[in-house]
C-alpha cells in the first residue's frame, strides 16, 4: 500500500508518527518535501503542495489530505493569515482537479483557547484570549435560552471591536469552509471527510457550529461511511494512513475495551465533549475498527487508565490529589494485574493512559515497569489530549499485528519505547525539571534563543539517563538528536538509535 500524506503541519506528530506507523505495517508513506510544509507561523506553500501531489499521483495508491495545511499552509496559518473564504474555497476546488485517486481529507472546527497566549493563535491572543474563550462560553449559553445577557454585554465591553469583529469572522470563515468541505463529500468528490475540533468544550460556539455541520451532514445523507465529526487533530493523519492501510486489506479488527475504573467510563477528559467511552468508540470508529464485547474473541484488547476526577494535568499539590490517589489506588492495582495477564497470555494488549492530560500517570508506570514485559505491548499512549492518545494508540496497536518483517517489528519497538519515552520521561518527569530549572534561572518556564541549546541539552541528558529505567524495551537503545520542534517545552522531537 501506498499513501500520500499532506500533514496538518510540520510537528513531529504529524510528520514522524505516520511515518513510523507505516513502518510498522509495511506500507510506503510518501510525505511532501520539508520546504514545502509551514514552520510555526510561517506557511508553507500550497501551490507547491498540489504541484507535488499532481506528481506522485502516478506512484501511490490513495491521498490523505490536511485542508489546513493544503489550503492555508498549516494549522496556525488556517487561524492566522487573513485570506478570504473565497480565497480558499477556490483553492478547495482544485482538489477535484488532482488526478483521480481515492482522496480522504480532514479539516478542523477552530477550537478557542482558554489561555492569553498567542504562540498558535491571532496576536490579539496574548491579551483577550481569556475573554474571548468566556465570550464563546457565554454567547452559547444565551442562544440556549440562559439568562446570561448581562454577563454576556458586560464581558463584550472589555473586548474591542475590531478584535471582536476579527475572531469572528475567522470563525465564520473556518465553518464556511468545513461546509464546503462538506459539499465537496456530497458531491463524490471525496471518499472520506473528518471534520474533528480541537481542544474541544461542550459550551463554546465550536459546539454550535459541531452541530450545523451535523444537521447538513445528515440533510445531505452522508453516513459514517462518508463523514465523521468529532474531537480529534493531532492524530487524525495517523488514524486515516490506519483506516487507509485497514480498506486496502478489506478487515474490520475487532476491540474489547476494558476501564481501570468502571464507573469512570462516564467521566468526561479534558478538552473533550464526551464521556471517554464515547471518545474511545469515536477513534475505534474512525480506524475503521468495531467494538467487541467478547474479550476472548476480539482482535485486540484496550486498557483505559479513566481520567481522574481531578480534570487537569497531574499535580501533586492539587488539594483533592492526595484523596483521589487514594480512590484509584485499589482500581489501580488490579487493572495492572489485568494487563499483566492478557499479555502473559500472548493477547494484543493497548494502553491508553488518559488519566491526565499531557503525560503519564506515574501511578500506573510505576506498576507497568514491576509487573509487565513493556516490550510485549502492542501499544501505549499518554500524550496530549485522550483523543490523541487513544487514536495514535490504537493505530499503533493494530500495526504491531501487521509487522511481519524483522524491520517492521524493529519499528514497533522503536516506536513503543518512543511513546514511553516521550510520554512518561518527557512529559511526566523531564519537562516539569526543566521548566522549574528554567524559572529558577530566567523567570518563565519556557525556552528563549539564549537558553534553548542548553535546555535541550540537558534534556538529552536527562533522557538518556531515565532510559534504563524502562529495562527490557530499553536495552540496547540510545537517544540522540534531541530538539523542541516549536522551540518551546510543551513538545520535544528526538531520535532513537541502536547502541553501539
Known amino acids: 500500500m501506498k499513501v500520500a500524506l499532506i500533514p496538518l503541519d510540520e510537528r513531529p506528530v504529524n510528520t514522524r508518527y505516520p511515518r513510523m506507523i507505516a513502518e510498522i505495517a509495511g506500507a510506503a508513506l510518501f510525505l511532501p518535501p520539508p520546504e514545502l510544509l509551514p514552520h510555526l ?4 506553500h500550497p501551490e507547491g503542495l498540489f504541484e507535488w501531489l499532481a506528481d506522485v499521483s502516478a506512484q ?33 476546488g482544485r482538489i477535484a482537479q488532482l488526478p483521480p485517486l481515492p482522496t480522504m481529507a480532514f479539516n478542523l472546527i477552530m477550537r478557542i483557547p482558554d489561555a492569553d497566549d498567542a504562540v498558535e493563535e491571532p496576536l490579539y491572543w496574548s491579551q483577550y484570549g481569556r475573554k474571548l474563550h468566556r465570550f464563546s462560553q457565554l454567547i452559547y449559553r444565551q442562544e440556549a435560552g440562559e439568562d446570561v445577557q448581562a454577563e454576556a454585554a458586560a464581558l463584550r465591553a472589555q473586548i474591542p471591536d475590531d478584535v471582536l469583529r476579527d475572531f469572528l469572522q475567522r470563525r465564520l470563515r473556518n465553518h464556511t469552509v468545513n461546509l464546503t468541505l462538506l459539499h465537496m463529500a ?12 480541537d481542544d474541544t468544550n461542550r459550551i463554546s460556539m465550536s459546539t454550535q457550529e459541531k452541530t450545523w455541520l451535523h444537521t447538513w451532514a445528515d440533510r445531505l445523507g452522508l453516513s459514517s461511511e462518508r463523514v465523521l465529526i468529532y474531537p480529534g487533530a493531532d492524530e487524525v493523519g495517523c488514524v486515516l494512513l490506519m483506516r487507509a492501510l485497514l480498506l486496502a486489506r478489506q478487515h474490520s479488527p475487532t476491540f474489547y475495551v476494558h476501564y481501570a475504573i468502571e464507573a469512570d467510563r462516564e467521566r468526561v477528559a479534558p478538552y473533550e465533549d464526551g464521556p471517554i467511552h464515547v471518545t474511545v468508540e469515536r477513534q475505534i470508529g474512525a480506524l475503521g475498527g468495531r467494538i467487541s464485547h467478547d474479550r476472548d474473541a476480539a482482535d485486540f484488547i484496550v486498557a483505559v487508565n479513566t481520567p481522574s476526577r481531578i480534570g487537569q494535568e497531574y499535580d ?38 488518559v488519566a491526565y492530560p499531557n503525560g503519564s500517570d506515574p501511578d500506573l508506570i510505576d506498576g507497568l515497569l514491576t509487573e509487565v514485559d513493556l516490550t510485549q505491548l502492542a501499544a501505549y499512549g499518554a500524550w496530549n489530549t485522550a483523543g490523541n492518545t487513544i487514536g ?3 493505530v499503533q496497536g493494530v500495526a504491531a499485528s501487521m509487522a511481519d518483517s524483522a524491520a517492521a517489528q524493529d519499528a514497533q519497538r522503536r516506536f513503543l519505547l518512543h511513546r514511553f519515552v516521550e510520554d512518561w520521561g518527557y512529559q511526566h518527569v523531564v519537562r516539569q525539571q526543566i521548566r522549574e530549572a528554567l524559572m529558577r534561572e530566567s523567570g518563565r518556564r519556557d525556552t528563549t534563543l539564549e537558553n534553548e541549546a542548553s535546555a535541550v541539552a540537558r534534556i538529552h541528558a536527562a ?29 520535544v522531537d528526538f531520535d532513537l538509535e541502536r547502541a553501539r
Open 186 to 197: 456530497a458531491a463524490d468528490q471525496l471518499d472520506l471527510l473528518v471534520l474533528s475540533s
Open 60 to 92: 501511490v495508491d490513495r491521498r490523505i489530505l490536511s485542508a489546513e495545511t493544503l489550503l492555508y499552509g498549516g494549522l496556525i496559518a488556517s487561524r492566522t493569515t487573513d485570506e478570504s473564504p473565497m480565497d480558499i474555497i477556490q483553492r478547495a
Open 392 to 394: 495514535v494508540a490504537l
Open 316 to 353: 501533586p499539590e492539587h488539594e483533592h490529589f492526595a484523596q483521589e490517589r487514594t480512590r484509584r489506588a485499589p482500581a489501580l492495582e488490579q487493572f495492572i494485574h489485568d494487563v499483566r495477564t492478557w499479555v502473559d497470555q500472548g493477547r494484543r494488549v493497548i494502553v491508553c493512559d
Open 463 to 491: 533522557l538518556n539517563e531515565l532510559l534504563p529505567r524502562l529495562r527490557a524495551l530499553s536495552e540496547g537503545w540510545r537517544i540522540t538528536q534531541v530538539r523542541l520542534p516549536w522551540h518551546r517545552t510543551f513538545e
Open 41 to 44: 507561523r510561517q506557511p508553507g
